[in-house]
């Protein structure tokens, strides 16, 4: 029985909304931290492409590396709005939270993490790192790539991308000891970048660094991918993970209920 976890998701779910509402500046201040944490190894994840395109496994190491993104905002208690998709479904399935709070903490959470990824795109640009890509660099070319899909293949990956994120959300919340859970997180994330799924939040700091570092994308083409990415991760993260997570796993006086026919 995973129940106790179903517990300890809709509390975490409750406690989010209640610090939206009791402190909002503080909340929105963690949702921008997740979207800077994420655009930084995002970066990193380009710079490895590229440099390592003629390597045999050059893409199997950038897509490892990529976990780190998410075990920064889960060590770091930030808000990260893919998943949150699955902690405030859970919350809201067991009446900890109702379905307007979590509308409003998805809102919140998702423009604080794209403040956070234009913000670091700004000051990887100040730094020099941007402008110094040669145009064929893989960041650029990554970017057109993923905006220039049909809007239901990038759907379908979104739902794909944040089943995988939740799936390695929710086997962490199993874990006790921290370097599990860091090999839980970097283990799974793996799947879903080196199978090239649509990550929204990610790819709000892939298109900040393109467009900032000169590349081609429009900012049209870049709504156009984040408009159908965020759809996809919100059904994974909800129809995919959140429910099934709590109606596979009841309370107690349920399961005693069904067992009596």
Known sequence: MDRPHVEKAAAAGANKVRLLQDDASRYLLRSVGAGMGLTLVVFVFWVLMHNLRDLPFGKEIAAAFFGVGLTIIVFTNMELFTSNSMYLTVSSAEGRTSWKQTLALWIACYFGNLVGAIFVAALLLGAGSLGQLPAD???????????????????????????????????????????????????????????????SIANMGTFSM???????????????????????????????????????NPREREEQSAGTG
């Not at 000169?214 to 900012?219: E, R």
């Open 137 to 199: 660099h893989a960041l650029f070319t990554g970017a057109l790539h993923k905006a220039h899909q049909a809007g239901s293949v990038i759907f379908v990956k979104g739902i794909l991308a944040n089943w995988i994120v939740c799936l390695a959300v929710r086997m962490a919340l199993r874990c006790n000891e921290e370097v599990a859970k860091i090999l839980i997180l970097i283990l799974v994330v793996f799947i879903f970048v080196y199978l090239g799924f649509e990550h």
């Open 210 to 248: 393109a467009m900032m570092g000169g590349g081609s994308l429009t900012a049209a083409e870049a709504l156009h991918n984040l408009l159908y990415s965020t759809a996809g991760n919100l059904v994974g993260g909800i129809v995919l993970v959140g429910l099934p997570f709590t109606y596979l």
